[in-house]
Nanobody, 118 residues
């Protein structure tokens, strides 16, 4: 059974940093994109950042220049380094593994709370 476990969330002051990690277990060998999404209170879930199997990255305009996504294929892990955090970044952050080969499948973590407040 596939399981994604996020860690690294918490409370931070505006301008601070956090590093989220997501480790997958039970996944089969294949080709995966990895990403982070978030859901703020009263809002729909939105894409934050993605990284392809080849390492190409994509970011939401609201986090460009502040967040960095990276992956460790050997450990089936994806990270999100978040700098210069703002109160608007407050949300539950979810990691996602999207399998492209040998067959399509999406896997989600349970979410980790990030709160940016003074």
């Amino acid at each position: 059974q596939v399981q994604l476990v996020e860690s690294g969330g918490g409370l931070v002051q505006p301008g601070g940093s956090l590093r989220l990690s997501c480790a997958a277990s039970g996944i089969i060998s294949g080709t995966y994109s990895m990403g982070w999404h978030r859901r703020a209170p009263g809002k729909q879930r939105e894409l934050v950042a993605t990284i392809t199997p080849g390492g190409m990255t994509n970011y939401a305009d609201s986090v460009k220049g502040r967040f960095t996504i990276s992956r460790d294929n050997a450990k089936n892990t994806v990270h999100l380094q978040m700098n210069s955090l703002k109160p608007d970044d407050t949300a539950v952050y979810y990691c996602k593994f999207e399998r492209h080969w040998p067959s399509g499948a999406d896997y989600w973590g349970q979410g980790t709370q990030v709160t940016v407040s003074s």
